[in-house]
């Protein structure tokens, strides 16, 4: 039998007082969440702001992963640029060097677009990337890209290229859409983005998450993304981030974790959280999982 997925922690990225990436503190965080027992890191996604990674910053922090020992295996690229050529040479590129799979999202800047569009894009991605293509985790995260994939979509996608469109992150938040999805193309690699559905989720055949919860909190959403066990604690502290621009909470809440306020930072368009809202999460995740101990 195939392994599950399981959890892969999506990472957010660190920049120092200039704004460049701080790679050693980024590693460092991979490996404390891989340690904590996530399955692999995933660079580049929402939470680690890829779309402000450039390519030559993307292949520079991918081979200082590697060369720090990181394996390839433990690591999933993130993708999402609109250009088709430039998708497919990032993705390329870091299958090249044995990542695991891409994460690789729609072109969000046109809006409104069809699903034939939509397909033909992802044809041509696939085209231009060639015989190297393999293990692509198709991205629907609708309330950032505003181009939401279809469950028919991901069917066409799937019997188009059997061999390269191996899963679905799930980043919907919708509920019923999810619970579709998991009946129409379960024995596809679904990954469940929102922690607020992920148990569930997993009970009915998910194989795991791309959690940006997991910089913090690793073993308990572990629990419920290779388990399928609830945890009303996750569920509440969710809404406590979905009060903030969500990449910023989690650096807000990362940056405690460490005691290093260089996490706060992120890139523009994005600006971090104010002190007060620091706080009020502070508080929050204090009193959901810390009052036991207290």
Same mark, same amino acid.
């Given at each position: &039998? =195939?392994?599950?997925?399981?959890?892969?922690?999506?990472?957010?990225?660190?920049?120092?007082?200039?704004?460049?990436?701080?790679?050693?503190?980024?590693?460092?965080?991979?490996?404390?969440?891989?340690?904590?027992?996530? *399955? #692999? +890191?995933?660079?580049?996604?929402?939470?680690?702001?890829?779309?402000?990674?450039?390519? =030559?910053?993307?292949?520079?922090?991918?081979?200082?992963?590697?060369?720090?020992?990181?394996?390839?295996?433990?690591?999933?690229?993130?993708?999402?640029?609109?250009?088709?050529?430039?998708?497919?040479?990032?993705?390329?590129?870091? @299958?090249?060097?044995?990542?695991?799979?891409?994460?690789?999202?729609?072109?969000?800047?046109?809006?409104?677009? #069809?699903?034939?569009?939509?397909?033909?894009?992802? *044809?041509?991605?696939?085209?231009?990337? %060639?015989?190297?293509?393999?293990?692509?985790?198709?991205?629907?995260?609708?309330?950032?890209? &505003?181009?939401?994939? =279809?469950?028919?979509?991901?069917?066409? @996608?799937?019997?188009?290229?059997?061999?390269?469109? =191996?899963?679905?992150?799930? *980043?919907?938040?919708?509920?019923?859409? /999810?619970?579709?999805?998991?009946?129409?193309? %379960?024995?596809?690699?679904?990954?469940?983005?929102?922690?607020?559905?992920?148990?569930?989720?997993?009970?009915?055949?998910?194989?795991?998450?791309?959690?940006?919860?997991?910089?913090?909190?690793?073993?308990?959403?572990?629990?419920?993304?290779?388990?399928? *066990?609830?945890?009303?604690?996750?569920?509440?502290?969710?809404?406590?981030?979905?009060?903030?621009?969500? /990449?910023?909470? +989690?650096?807000?809440?990362?940056?405690?974790?460490?005691?290093?306020?260089?996490? @706060?930072?992120?890139?523009?368009?994005?600006?971090?959280? !104010?002190?007060?809202?620091?706080?009020?999460?502070?508080?929050?995740?204090? #009193?959901?999982?810390? !009052?036991?101990?207290?």
């Amino acid at each position: &039998m =195939t392994e599950k997925f399981g959890l892969s922690v999506a990472l957010a990225t660190p920049f120092d007082s200039n704004g460049e990436i701080a790679i050693d503190a980024m590693i460092r965080q991979a490996k404390r969440s891989l340690a904590a027992g996530c *399955s #692999s +890191v995933t660079l580049f996604g929402t939470t680690g702001e890829g779309c402000s990674i450039a390519t =030559t910053e993307r292949e520079r922090v991918l081979a200082a992963f590697l060369d720090t020992g990181v394996a390839a295996k433990d690591i999933v690229v993130g993708v999402l640029v609109d250009a088709a050529e430039d998708a497919a040479m990032q993705a390329r590129h870091a @299958l090249s060097r044995g990542v695991r799979n891409i994460l690789l999202a729609p072109p969000s800047y046109f809006k409104n677009v #069809s699903e034939e569009g939509l397909f033909k894009w992802y *044809s041509a991605v696939f085209s231009i990337m %060639g015989d190297n293509a393999r293990d692509v985790i198709v991205y629907n995260i609708p309330s950032v890209t &505003m181009v939401p994939l =279809t469950v028919s979509l991901i069917g066409r @996608l799937r019997t188009a290229f059997p061999r390269i469109v =191996t899963g679905v992150k799930d *980043s919907s938040g919708d509920w019923p859409f /999810t619970e579709t999805l998991l009946k129409a193309h %379960g024995d596809l690699v679904i990954l469940v983005g929102d922690e607020r559905h992920l148990a569930k989720g997993v009970r009915l055949g998910g194989q795991g998450a791309i959690s940006g919860m997991a910089n913090f909190v690793p073993g308990e959403v572990k629990l419920m993304a290779e388990d399928g *066990s609830d945890d009303p604690r996750i569920e509440q502290f969710v809404a406590e981030l979905l009060k903030y621009p969500v /990449t910023a909470a +989690v650096k807000a809440m990362v940056a405690r974790l460490t005691s290093d306020e260089m996490w @706060l930072a992120v890139r523009p368009p994005l600006v971090s959280i !104010s002190g007060d809202g620091q706080r009020q999460l502070a508080l929050a995740f204090d #009193s959901l999982f810390r !009052s036991k101990a207290a």
